[in-house]
T-cell receptor, first 114, second 114 residues
């Protein structure tokens, strides 16, 4: 058990809808990362937060947004969903958010857009 | 742009045989290197990491990896695999200067045969 909790585990929704994925980092970890894993694109970095502030941005679409709250949990909001957004979304956390700090991953949220 | 290449998408190997999973990265500067393992329906778990120092790094579950700067490689090895090692293995690179965050390879699926 990595200590990173993601909810829900599965999400099925229709195109055009909006969903929110939630992540609670490991106790003591200040940084949260979001990744998208799909069969054709592998593991893609979306965005990173450190202690409530955005630290780095990857290949995140404008339809997607995220934030990290004062209690350090994070939410990833996906809107105007398209079929291609179907994927496994992982949250990971690390202590310092620096490049040498290993990531601890949750078990992911599997999003299916129909 | 920085990239990580895992040449083998699938590696079948018999139980108790040795295995090497290959990882090459493209960078002319210092990097941090990681190997993660993903078991079915789970998130990624850290196997080992290279930050600096000895080029031979030992990780969990009997795995080790060797950093080769001249060949920009970080191959993962295990002298004798078990059925329980069947999983997907990801190589990742991170830039100490903070230019980019963790970049993951596309993964190698290790299948251990009885």
């Amino acid at each position: 058990d990595s200590g990173v909790t993601q909810t829900p585990k599965h999400l099925i929704t229709a195109t055009g809808q909006r969903v929110t994925l939630r992540c609670s980092p490991r106790s003591g970890d200040l940084s949260v990362y979001w990744y998208q894993q799909s069969l054709d694109q592998g593991l893609q970095f979306l965005i990173q937060y450190y202690n409530g502030e955005e630290r780095a941005k990857g290949n995140i679409l404008e339809r997607f947004s995220a934030q990290q709250f004062p209690d350090l949990h994070s939410e990833l909001n996906l809107s105007s969903l398209e079929l291609g957004d179907s994927a496994l979304y992982f949250c990971a956390s690390s202590v310092t958010g620096t490049e040498n700090s290993p990531l601890h991953f949750g078990n992911g949220t599997r999003l299916t857009v129909t | 742009a920085q990239s990580v290449t895992q040449l083998d998408s699938q590696v079948p190997v018999f139980e108790e045989a040795p295995v090497e999973l290959r990882c090459n990265y493209s960078s002319s500067v210092s990097v941090y290197l990681f190997w993660y393992v993903q078991y079915p329906n789970q998130g990624l778990q850290l196997l080992l990491k290279y930050l600096s120092g000895s080029t031979l790094v030992k990780g969990i579950n009997g795995f080790e990896a060797e950093f080769n700067k001249s060949q920009t490689s970080f191959h993962l090895r295990k002298p004798s695999v078990h059925i329980s090692d069947t999983a997907e293995y990801f190589c990742a690179v991170s830039d100490p200067s903070g230019t980019y965050k963790y970049i993951f390879g596309t993964g190698t699926r290790l299948k251990v045969l009885a």
